[in-house]
Structures are given as structure tokens and as C-alpha cells.
């Protein structure tokens, strides 16, 4: 006797009773620390919301699904991932639900990262604080003077943003690389 794969329709009259039992959605609702109390008329929507929102994610997976050359029945993993991708109301499950990658091709990419670690269009932008450093950076690359991080030890010792990230305090180089990162560098005030 085969199994009974056959999907059982939402109903279209409403019965006041969801699908999703209630008490654990209450319970899931109590574990974030941002709520304090919920309703009992808030876990209920949010019970039917969750039912709405899974329905309408398993439709677009079935249409991914049925848009194969060879139309399944049944869900897969890649049918919801491909409806991720291609539906923009979607798009914040990428990361839930991202696209498989072979592991061949993974192997491959990491394997060209280890050869290459940085290629000639991601590198990385150059801040006016490394400009700064009134001609020692060129004289001690020359030399050979090299730090061997973005630039040359007479330069770290010349910028205090450089000179602060290649401290011994981790803090200091944390708070550093944010400012750099947001690009709101301290301003010299010294006339």
C-alpha cells in the first residue's frame, strides 16, 4: 500500500483554532528578552501570521517545483532555496536558506583563495590617514622597511590611527578599526 503523501488543503472557513499550537508559540514568544508580557490576543495573531507566512513559503516552493523540467510533487531543499532567490519579499531568508554549493566547487575556491589571497579588484581602499605621513612611507618602502600589514613601520609611526592598530592593545585596535571602518577618524585640533 503506497503512503498517503497527499497535502491536506487549509481550510477556507475560519474556525478560530490554528494550526500551530498555541501554548508553545507562547512559549517561544517568553524567551526573548526584548518582550516583556504578550497577550494572549498578540500570540494568537502571531500563531496565524506564522501559519499565513508558512503557507505562502511553501506555495512558492511548490511553483519552483513545478517549474522544473521534470515537475516533482514533493518540496525540496533547493526549491525553497530558489525561491529565496528569486522573490524579493523573500530575500531576508537568504541567509536561513542560502543556495547549496557543491563541495567540489568550495574545495576549488579555497583552495584559489590559499593561492591568492587577494585579487587586483578587491583591494582595499586607501584612507586619507595613510597619506599623511609627509614622505617617510615612500623612502622606508624603498628600503625595504616593510611591516608587512598596509604600508611601512615609519608610516605607523607617523599616522596615530596606524600607530594605534598596530598597538599591543586589543581594545585600542578594535576601537581604531571601527573609526576607520565608519570613516570618522579622529580630527587632529592642533592648529
Known amino acids: 500500500m503506497p503512503p498517503n503523501n497527499n497535502a ?7 474556525t478560530g483554532q490554528p494550526a500551530l499550537p498555541l501554548a508553545r508559540v507562547k512559549k517561544i514568544i517568553g524567551t526573548d528578552p526584548d518582550i516583556g508580557i504578550c497577550s494572549n490576543n498578540a500570540a ?5 501570521a506564522t501559519e499565513m507566512f508558512i503557507q505562502y513559503l511553501a506555495a512558492e516552493g511548490h511553483n519552483m517545483a513545478k517549474a522544473e523540467r521534470k515537475p516533482r510533487r514533493n518540496v525540496q531543499y533547493k526549491d525553497l532555496s ?3 532567490n528569486h522573490h524579493d519579499n523573500l530575500e531576508f531568508l537568504e541567509d536561513v536558506i542560502p543556495k547549496t554549493v557543491p563541495y567540489k566547487q568550495i574545495k576549488d575556491s579555497a583552495a ?6 587577494r585579487k587586483a579588484d578587491q583591494e582595499p581602499k586607501k584612507r ?4 599623511k605621513t609627509k614622505g617617510a612611507n615612500a623612502g622606508a ?11 611601512t613601520a615609519a608610516a ?8 594605534v592598530i ?3 592593545d586589543p581594545s585600542a585596535q578594535l576601537v581604531a578599526e571601527a573609526r576607520r571602518a565608519a570613516g570618522d577618524e579622529d580630527i587632529d585640533m592642533t592648529g
Open 8 to 14: 491536506i488543503p487549509p481550510r477556507k472557513e475560519a
Open 44 to 48: 494568537f495573531v502571531i500563531t496565524l
Open 82 to 84: 530558489t525561491a529565496v
Open 112 to 117: 584559489a583563495a590559499r593561492l591568492n589571497p
Open 128 to 131: 586619507q590617514s595613510t597619506l
Open 141 to 151: 618602502s624603498s628600503s625595504g622597511n616593510s611591516n608587512g600589514v598596509n604600508g
Open 156 to 163: 605607523a609611526a607617523l599616522d596615530p590611527v596606524t600607530a
Open 166 to 168: 598596530h598597538s599591543d
